[in-house]
């Protein structure tokens, strides 16, 4: 089996930053995409960020502000979060894609999701 752990998150006010962290453990083979989502309160959950391999997206309301990086010796990715604003208010979700160490079989996973809340 495969599980998820995300870290950070919090409250902060506009212009603050916070950090999240979601680490992949288990038997894992190999892990394709690393990714973070986000879901309003009254929206639907939408990308915030994802990389693979070497190509890196950002969502454009976020993009210049936030930061995604991996770390593939720890199957950890996360998700550095600096100028923000109220809107960016949302619980944050980690997805991971790949395939398991046991049967080689595909595998996607979401994390149990950690609120951020930024005050004006």
């Known amino acids: 089996q495969v599980q998820l752990v995300e870290s950070g998150g919090g409250s902060v006010q506009a212009g603050g930053s916070l950090r999240l962290s979601c680490a992949a453990s288990?038997?894992?083979?190999?892990?394709?995409?690393m990714g973070w989502y986000r879901q309003a309160p009254g929206k639907q959950r939408e990308l915030v960020a994802s990389v693979s391999g070497g190509s890196i997206n950002y969502a454009d309301s976020v993009r210049g502000r936030f930061t995604i990086s991996r770390d593939n010796a720890k199957n950890t990715v996360y998700l550095q979060m600096n100028s923000l604003k109220p809107e960016d208010t949302a619980v944050y979700y980690c997805?991971?894609?790949?395939?398991?160490?046991?049967?080689?079989?595909?595998?996607?996973?979401w994390g149990q999701g950690t609120l951020v809340t930024v005050s004006s």
């Open positions: 997805n991971v894609d790949g395939s398991d160490s046991i049967y080689y079989r595909y595998f996607e996973l």
């Open positions: 288990g038997s894992i083979f190999r892990i394709n995409a």
